[in-house]
């Protein structure tokens, strides 16, 4: 087990990071991130701030001699960093875990390995193989197999022709052509394994998406129990069979029949676990420093429904928004990730709202960005 004081390594500067620093901190540990990017939410509330590539031997050097153990937040951290520091101090999770994470093809083969349901697909690497797919994957989405997030490197394919040319705009590089799905739903669940092994699921959460990006997040999801279970399982069936240690996100497409299938895992807390902070008896990132130390798991209980709604960029479109509104109800809890530049489709923080019920929390929440954000606001309806 790693005591408090240790110093703990996070590979990744972003809110995910900050996020497990401020949890480190409360637990007593110290934390160094590694970022290139001076003004990273993570750098500003860590204890060190290494500028750097993740890449940067010397780094990563740094890292591995001034740190009890590293994680990540960031899931294109390379994989090759990971391993290299697993040579000298211990790494949660493992980079052969992530590097599954990290490409779509493999993620899929895997998923499909552990006996659970995902979207038609084929694999995509040359334009050879696109003449032969299957007219069924129509309408679809052409994803890029690595570097993909927020909808980014995704395009909505209706012929075949579509599918070429973006298959061209992607560089040809490696992709999977996936049926577009009738969604009923989408659901996501973060769980923790241990290092000995135990795994823990969060409740799962009903997750709502904006142009590709997580707007609205809603706990517990509003699906037939037997359907939560079949999720909170799959989650906990694929940390094991990765050998997984620390927090992983599993996100889940649920059909209009019904069927509940994986769309992707991330390797680390999740846009969707951020309810936990305030509604649960432990939040992700408190879990993802048990884990990382060698800690039991913490108790996942869900002190209250709640809804999570993510702030953009675009929510600054007209100003700084008016937080009296938002700091006038007691059962909202804003967190800003302390971003300078509020570009468009850039996560700037989100707030929580609790409430009696689901239903009561996701009225006040939406209530509350109609009145933060009008402009964004209308944009949806
Ligand atoms: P992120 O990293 O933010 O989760 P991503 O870029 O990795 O996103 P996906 O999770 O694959 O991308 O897709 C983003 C969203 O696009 C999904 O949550 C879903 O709303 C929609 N989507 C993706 N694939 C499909 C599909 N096959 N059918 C229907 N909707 C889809
Ligand atoms: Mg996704």
């Known amino acids: 087990m790693i005591f408090p004081n240790a110093m703990l390594g996070m590979l990744g500067g972003g809110q995910l990071g900050r996020m497990f620093t401020l949890a480190a901190h409360s637990m007593g540990y ?5 970022d290139p990017d001076p003004l990273s939410p993570a750098g500003a509330v860590a204890d060190v701030h290494l500028k750097a590539a993740y890449q940067d031997r010397e780094a990563l050097q740094l890292l591995a001699d001034s740190c009890a153990a590293v994680t990540t937040e960031f899931e294109n951290v390379p994989a090759e960093s990971l391993r290299w520091l697993a040579n000298h101090c211990i790494v949660r999770p493992a ?11 493999r993620e899929k083969a895997f998923f499909r390995a552990c006996g659970l349901g995902v979207a038609p697909y084929a694999v995509i690497e040359t334009a050879a193989d696109l003449a032969q797919a299957d007219a069924a994957l129509l309408p679809g989405i052409l994803k890029r197999a690595r570097f993909g997030y927020d ?8 012929s075949m022709g579509e599918a070429s040319a973006a298959f061209v705009t992607f560089g040809s590089d490696a992709c999977v052509l996936e049926r577009r799905i009738d969604l009923a739903c989408e659901v996501s669940v973060v769980v923790a394994r241990g290092a000995q092994g135990a795994t823990c699921v969060f409740p799962v959460a009903e ?10 997040c809603i706990v517990p999801a509003r699906i037939a129990p037997a359907l939560a279970t079949e999720a909170e399982r799959a989650a906990m069936l694929i940390a094991t069979r990765l050998n997984y240690v620390g927090v992983l996100a599993v996100e889940f497409f649920v059909t209009g029949g019904g069927e509940l299938l994986v ?3 991330a390797p680390r807390p999740h846009n969707s676990g951020h309810y936990t902070i305030d509604a649960c008896a432990t939040s992700q990132y408190e879990q993802q420093a048990r884990a990382l130390c ?10 209250t429904p709640v809804v999570m709604v993510n702030l953009l960029g675009e929510a600054w479109a007209g100003g700084v928004p ?5 700091f006038d109800n007691p059962r909202a809890k804003l967190h800003l990730y302390g971003k300078h530049e509020a570009r468009p489709g850039r996560k700037m923080g989100h707030y929580t709202v609790l409430g009696g019920t689901v239903e009561a929390a996701l009225a006040e929440a939406l209530a509350l960005r109609a009145a933060l954000c009008p402009a964004f606001a209308l944009a949806a309806a």
């Open 151 to 158: 909808g980014k490197g995704q395009a909505s394919v209706a």
């Open 263 to 265: 769309n992707e895992i």
């Open 322 to 326: 008016d937080w009296r509104m938002l």
């Open 207 to 216: 997750n709502q998406h904006r142009h590709g990006i997580l707007d609205v």
């Open 294 to 303: 060698g800690l039991a798991l913490g108790d996942t209980l869900l002190l």
């Open 30 to 34: 110290r934390v160094t991130v590694l």
């Open 95 to 105: 980079g052969d875990a992530v590097a599954v994470a990290q490409d779509r093809i």
